[in-house]
Every structure is written in structure tokens, then in C-alpha cells.
């Protein structure tokens, strides 16, 4: 039994001071979350209760994330047939002229965009897939949360509740690897469909295309927002700068969104 409290003791101690968002460099050494989590406050759930504010946190940021990435799709693809009609137009209006010499191919007009559509494709997979797996976490650490409360101090020593709550943290154990490494390549993702998308900028021309960036707001802790846009974190942390996504037409901007 000493060597039990010792243990627990010596667990909140180690992890009091870390930072255990999902963005954290803390979780690079490939810790268990449940010996951030579960381990130090196995009886009183607060660890439990802190896992699904940050579930709840991951569930509004990649949301966000994937509408974003949603919208820029559907917005490159009307800019492609823009394109396509901006070229058509110019053709039609170069032949009444009688010019021969500075036709647009319109087969490859707009091929510019096809790129970044698929970049945005792939930005979007992933984050539904991050949204997904946030979903899971949730609806585990509430699981092993309700046996908490409803148990307290008594909660490792009933057979069901110990069924239970055991089989819950192996469940986190198994998710949070994936949601750490998810993050981590949806990172590289964006990034590169930003470069990318800065080639763009001579093509926008013509095709009725704005850039818009989201108005961010930040919050600490990701506690009990309700906000979709928030999405909270240190200030020098470049994940968290405002994606960029397309307008076709200017009246598209929402206005309590974007900012041109």
C-alpha cells in the first residue's frame, strides 16, 4: 500500500508542471496519457475532467480546420470555371476583333488551381479524421469520468467500475498517440498547401478570387467556450495562425468571419 501512495504521490509530482495540451512538445517523449490524465487523480477524476476539455478544445479547432478546407474547395472549383469562362470570353471577344494571335487555351485554363484542390483535399480528410478521433476521446473520458464521480474513492476497488475505467484509459492510451501524430502531420499538411497556395497569387487574377483570413479569436486553457473559432494556445504557437481561404466573388466574404 505505501508503495502505491508512493507511487501515485510521486506521479503528481512529476506531471503537476507540464503543459498537457495536445500541442505540447511534453507529449515528443511518447508519455502515455494516461499517466497524465488517470494515474495521478484516479479517484477524483480531475485529470479526467481536464482530458475532456481539451477534447472538447480539439473538437472546435479541427472543426473549424475542416470547414476551411471545405469551403476552399468548393471555392476553387467555381474558380476554375471561372477561369474557364474568363477564357472563353476573352477568345470569343479576341475573334469578333479578327485576332488569331493571343487566344487562351481553355482546356487549361483554371489548371493552375488544380494543385491546391487537392492539397485542400487532403487537409480536409485529415481533419475530419482529427475530429473523429477527438469525438472518441470524449465520449471515453466522459465513460471513465461517470464511474469517478459515482464511485470516488471506491472506484478501483469495484469490480465493474475497475472494468470499466481499465478498459477506458487503455482506450485513451490507444487514441492519443493518434491524435498527437494526426496534429502533427496535419501541421506539415497545411504548411504546405500555404506555400503552395502563394504560387497562386498571379493566377487569381481575372477569376474573381479574394484571399480572406479568419479573425481568430484566443482563449486559455480551452475550458467551456462554445465558440468554433476559438481556439486556444500560446501566441508565438504558428499553428495557430488563421488559415487562409478563397472568395469567388467578394459578396461571399462573411463579414462576422473574414477580414479581406
Known amino acids: ?31 502515455e496519457a494516461s499517466e497524465v490524465f488517470f494515474n495521478p487523480s484516479i479517484t477524483t477524476g480531475q485529470g479526467t475532467r481536464q482530458l475532456i476539455a481539451i477534447a472538447e478544445k480539439g473538437l472546435a479547432e479541427f472543426s473549424q480546420t475542416l470547414g476551411i478546407a471545405s469551403r476552399n474547395v468548393t471555392s476553387l472549383h467555381k474558380g476554375v470555371l471561372q477561369a474557364k469562362i474568363n477564357a472563353y470570353n476573352h ?9 488569331t494571335d493571343n487566344l487562351v487555351d481553355v482546356d487549361k485554363a483554371g489548371r493552375a488551381f488544380v494543385g491546391q484542390i487537392e492539397c485542400e483535399r487532403k487537409c480536409g480528410a485529415l481533419a475530419a479524421h482529427l475530429v473523429q478521433k477527438f469525438e472518441q476521446l470524449q465520449k471515453i473520458a466522459m465513460t471513465v469520468l461517470a464511474e469517478q464521480t459515482a464511485h470516488g474513492d471506491m472506484v478501483m476497488k469495484k469490480v465493474d467500475s475497475l472494468k470499466k475505467v481499465t478498459i477506458g484509459i487503455k482506450c485513451v492510451d490507444n487514441v492519443w498517440p493518434e491524435i498527437i501524430l494526426g496534429i502533427q502531420q496535419l501541421k506539415h499538411m497545411t504548411d504546405a498547401a500555404d506555400a503552395h497556395r502563394n504560387t497562386l497569387m498571379p493566377s487569381l487574377g481575372g477569376t474573381g478570387m ?16 462554445d465558440d468554433d473559432a476559438t481556439v486556444a494556445g500560446d501566441e508565438d504557437d504558428d499553428a495557430e495562425k488563421p488559415r487562409v481561404f478563397y472568395i469567388v466573388d467578394a459578396e461571399e466574404a462573411p463579414e462576422a468571419e473574414a477580414e479581406a
Not at 91 to 99: D, F, L, Q, T, V
Not at 210 to 225: A, Q
Open 1 to 31: 500500500m505505501r508503495a502505491e501512495i508512493r507511487a501515485v504521490t510521486t506521479s503528481k509530482t512529476k506531471y503537476a508542471a507540464i503543459d498537457p495540451d495536445y500541442r505540447s512538445e511534453f507529449w515528443n517523449d511518447k508519455t
Open 91 to 99: 477568345n470569343a471577344e479576341a475573334a469578333r476583333e479578327g485576332i
Open 210 to 225: 479574394k484571399l480572406i483570413e479568419m479573425e481568430v479569436e484566443k482563449s486559455v486553457g480551452g475550458g467551456d467556450e
